[in-house]
């Protein structure tokens, strides 16, 4: 590029060359325009993750892993061990659904693993002391109060959250 006054630049054959570099500039520019247009669909593009979702899939895995055998890898209560078990595994997709449209997050949570115990599991659920492992992280109970939760439990709980059907119109601690 020519940067600088005098005489060089505003001669006939300076001119010339001044409006070569400024044609290749204005090319370069519309390049380089182009380009971020294309980078910024590409970007847009790319399927994103949110902690939310992440967690949720965290879940789904814990749910695989502890629950599916009896109720299911849809959790409709209909998996390969459910004939073998004495009661008929809940339809977990209905939880929501028989509590009036409302999800009890901590019954949920107590039915689980027996952390909070404020229902006792039926005879042929068991307890999954596995989702007390790992770190614990802070929950609002729905009081005002914070507690600190295994991750593992809460995971486990929104992901059932997250399959209900029809969705929760409320939510209780």
Known sequence: MLYGKGPMLTGGRCRSISVVVNSRLAKDLQ????FMIVASIVI?????ISAA???IDFGKDLFVEHCARCHGIDASGKGPDAADLKTV?????KISE???GVWPMLEVMSILDGYLKVQE??????I???LNDGPNVEF???NGLVTRIPSRLIEIAEYLESIQSPKPERYVP
């Open 31 to 34: 390049l380089m325009r182009y």
């Open 44 to 48: 847009s593009s790319v399927p994103t």
């Open 53 to 55: 979702d992440e967690f």
């Open 89 to 93: 595994p809940a339809d977990l997709t």
């Open 98 to 100: 028989r509590r009036g």
């Open 121 to 126: 599991p039926r005879y042929d659920m068991p």
């Open 128 to 130: 999954i002391t596995e």
């Open 140 to 142: 609002d109970t729905g």
